[in-house]
């Protein structure tokens, strides 16, 4: 893992992520090669990280800085990493609410996806999550419904924003919004899914 050429540590560190939990031992050349100057390196370290089993604090911490590398792949490798812990990534929760208003829409989508990954305990980004579901891009607008669904009975206050978009023109939102309000499963998410099969069938 010390090895001074690029490529064979951008390598070395892919290698490690396809092995997954039985690259433990390899973890704290891992999080070294999160410092490299290379984006290469980093990313691929960042993205092995996410890969191992039962991950430490430590881990979590250092993906969590990538989040804020200045390279953007990083950070969509590193938003995608945190999904694949779910919900030992809870302290990245304020970190992701952030990036739901980075102006990169993959992050903003990304984000999105991780914090319904979390799951209940990413309730605190339920209101930001609210407000992407009139996001201007489909993709993103979707992603946020897939969240709050993600969250569940928690994201209950979402249910008044997720009702309307039943009637949207993309089969792909009604689709991510039907299954948001079936998750978080209230009184009136469940009246509000009657009337819209009832209508569909």
Same mark, same amino acid.
């Given at each position: ?16 992520? $396809? ?11 891992? $999080? ?16 092995? &990280?996410g890969?191992?089993?039962?991950p ?39 970190? /992701? ?16 996806i ?15 999550? %609210? #407000? %992407? /579901?009139?996001? #201007? ?24 924003? &997720? ?9 792909? %939102? ?13 009184? @009136? ?10 209508? @569909?069938?």
């Amino acid at each position: 893992m010390d090895d001074p050429v690029t490529e064979v540590c951008a390598n070395a560190a892919e290698a490690l992520g $396809l092995i997954g939990e039985s690259s433990k031992q390899a973890v704290s050349g891992l $999080l070294k090669l999160l410092q490299s100057q290379y984006a290469q390196v980093r990313g691929n370290a960042t993205g092995a &990280l996410g890969r191992i089993g039962n991950p430490t604090k430590e881990i979590v911490f250092a993906l969590m800085n990538r989040l804020n590398d200045n390279d953007s792949r990083v950070c969509r490798v590193a938003t995608i990493a945190l999904g694949r812990i779910g919900k030992p990534a809870e302290p990245a929760v304020p970190h /992701l609410i952030q990036k739901l208003r980075s102006d990169d829409i993959q992050i903003r989508g990304l984000s999105a996806i991780v914090l319904g990954n979390i799951g209940a305990v990413a309730a605190p980004a339920v209101p930001d999550l %609210i #407000q %992407i /579901l009139n996001d #201007q891009n489909e993709k993103v607008r979707g992603m946020a419904a897939m969240a709050l669904g993600g969250i569940g009975e928690p994201a209950k206050s979402a249910v008044w924003a &997720l009702i309307p978009m039943l009637n949207d023109q993309s089969e792909q %939102i009604r689709g991510f919004t039907a299954h948001a309000l079936e998750a978080i499963g209230t009184i @009136e998410a469940r009246s509000a899914l009657d009337r819209y099969r009832s209508n @569909e069938k």
